[in-house]
T-cell receptor, first 115, second 112 residues
Framework: DSGVTQTPKHLITATGQRVTLRCSPRSGDLSVYWYQQSLDQGLQFLIQYYNGEERAKGNILERFSAQQFPDLHSELNLSSLELGDSALYFC??????????????FGPGTRLTVL | DAKTTQPNSMESNEEEPVHLPCNHSTISGTDYIHWYRQLPSQGPEYVIHGLTSNVNNRMASLAIAEDRKSSTLILHRATLRDAAVYYCILRDVGDSWGKLQFGAGTQVVVTP
């Protein structure tokens, strides 16, 4: 158990809909990362938050958005869903020491299926 | 970002050692070498990291070539639980708390 929790575990929805994925980081971790894993693209970085502020963006679509709340939990919002958005979405957290190196701890993921 | 090259897959017998190679010929002096693994139906998990010297922990050992252009992750006695995809990732010390850049990794198959 990494200490990172994600809800829900599974989500099935239809094209055009909007969903919200939730992540609670490990206690004490200030940074949250979102990754998408699909069969054809592998694990792709989407976005990073640090202490409530967006720090880095990866290949995140404009239809996707995220935020980190004062209690440090994070939500990833996916809208106007398409079949191609079906994937595993992982959240990770880290202390973000900014010294030397930093370990990321991953949650169990949310499996999104768009029909 | 400096790239890494790993074999697509490797097979091992249970309780035998497994040596997973990673080539990173364009590594810079400030790149750390990290290894993560992803067990089936789980999120990735940290295995080990190093900069120049060989490193050991309870999960594995990391052997780094003297010129740092390659490294090898060593699982000393593979168990069925070690069957996973192993990712070799370079991280610049200046962005040590940034994203992880995953490649395709090496699928390790462990046979009883």
């Amino acid at each position: 158990d990494s200490g990172v929790t994600q809800t829900p575990k599974h989500l099935i929805t239809a094209t055009g809909q909007r969903v919200t994925l939730r992540c609670s980081p490990r206690s004490g971790d200030l940074s949250v990362y979102w990754y998408q894993q699909s069969l054809d693209q592998g694990l792709q970085f989407l976005i990073q938050y640090y202490n409530g502020e967006e720090r880095a963006k990866g290949n995140i679509l404009e239809r996707f958005s995220a935020q980190q709340f004062p209690d440090l939990h994070s939500e990833l919002n996916l809208s106007s869903l398409e079949l191609g958005d079906s994937a595993l979405y992982f959240c990770a957290s880290s202390v973000a020491t900014r010294r030397g190196t930093d370990t990321q701890y991953f949650g169990p993921g949310t499996r999104l299926t768009v029909l | 970002d400096a790239k890494t090259t790993q074999p697509n897959s490797m097979e091992s017998n249970e309780e035998e050692p497994v040596h997973l190679p990673c080539n990173h010929s364009t590594i810079s002096g400030t790149d750390y070498i990290h290894w993560y693994r992803q067990l089936p139906s789980q999120g990735p998990e940290y295995v080990i990291h190093g900069l120049t010297s060989n490193v050991n922990n309870r999960m594995a050992s990391l052997a780094i070539a003297e010129d740092r252009k390659s490294s090898t992750l060593i699982l000393h006695r593979a168990t069925l639980r070690d069957a996973a995809v192993y990712y070799c990732i370079l991280r610049d010390v200046g962005d040590s708390w940034g994203k992880l850049q995953f490649g395709a990794g090496t699928q390790v198959v462990v046979t009883p």
